[in-house]
């Protein structure tokens, strides 16, 4: 069963305009939702979080939009630059019995073109 | 990065041969994860550990031990590697005190033959 699911494998964005990414989850016990970015041979690095109880998270260029009702997020780039290209992951965080776990969607590919 | 480091970063065996993969921080970080990387199912979390001596299984951990004897060091072993084990391993810390998010390592590329 996959708990958080990013339905698109692939988006490609011009240079300058709005990337949406999305993220679907069926687990209602996340208490955060996170995303991350990932280049080629690297590991992921965190982008933006946003809390289970807020519905709107914003970090320069990039806000997170969260519909609790739905189990919908979102994730948008504003404006897009050919450097956000890359692997995005959606992560759903869970605290439970203090472990901190987290489960991550398949991720998107994000090509900004210039 | 929050200073983790991971050894080795590129690795080919044989089926059937012990493996250990090591994960280095030196941020003092309680917490620490080891996932694994396949086309077609992102990041799954293999096991982690909640202090020294303190570990528990992940999503995917059948064939796969760890062991953390310090703080800094968070090993994973793959008892006798299999094919099916052909990954790219990612090792993870997050701090108790800080924010949800956890630091990766630049990951290991694994190839069992």
């Known amino acids: 069963d996959q708990q958080v699911k990013q339905n698109s494998p692939s988006l490609s964005v011009q240079e300058g305009r709005i990337s949406i990414l999305n993220c679907d989850y069926t687990?209602?016990?996340?208490?955060?939702f996170l995303w991350y970015k990932k280049y080629p041979a690297e590991g992921p690095t965190f982008l933006i979080s946003?809390?289970?109880?807020?519905d709107k998270n914003e970090d320069g260029r990039f806000t997170v939009f969260l519909n609790k009702s739905a189990k919908h997020l979102s994730l948008h780039i504003v404006p897009s630059q050919p450097g956000d290209s890359a692997v995005y992951f959606c992560?759903?965080?869970?605290?439970?019995?203090?472990?901190?776990?987290?489960?991550f969607g398949k991720g998107t590919k994000l090509s900004v073109i210039p | 990065d929050a200073g983790i480091t991971q050894s080795p970063r590129h690795k080919v065996t044989e089926t059937g041969t012990p493996v250990t993969l090591r994960c280095h921080q030196t941020?003092?970080?309680?917490?620490m994860y080891w996932y694994r990387q396949d086309p077609g199912h992102g990041l799954r979390l293999i096991h982690y550990?909640?202090?020294?001596?303190?570990?528990d299984k992940g999503e995917v951990s059948d064939g796969y031990s760890v062991s953390r004897s310090k703080t800094e060091d968070f090993l994973l072993t793959l008892e006798s590697a299999t094919s099916s084990q052909t990954s790219v391993y990612f090792c993870?810390?997050?701090?108790?005190?800080?924010?949800?998010?956890?630091?990766f390592g630049p990951g290991t590329r694994l190839t069992v033959l």
């Open positions: 992560a759903g965080l869970y605290s439970g019995a203090g472990s901190y776990q987290l489960t």
């Open positions: 687990n209602s016990m996340f208490d955060y």
């Open positions: 946003i809390s289970s109880i807020k």
């Open positions: 941020e003092n970080h309680r917490y």
């Open positions: 550990s909640y202090g020294v001596k303190d570990t």
């Open positions: 993870a810390a997050r701090a108790f005190e800080a924010g949800n998010e956890q630091f």
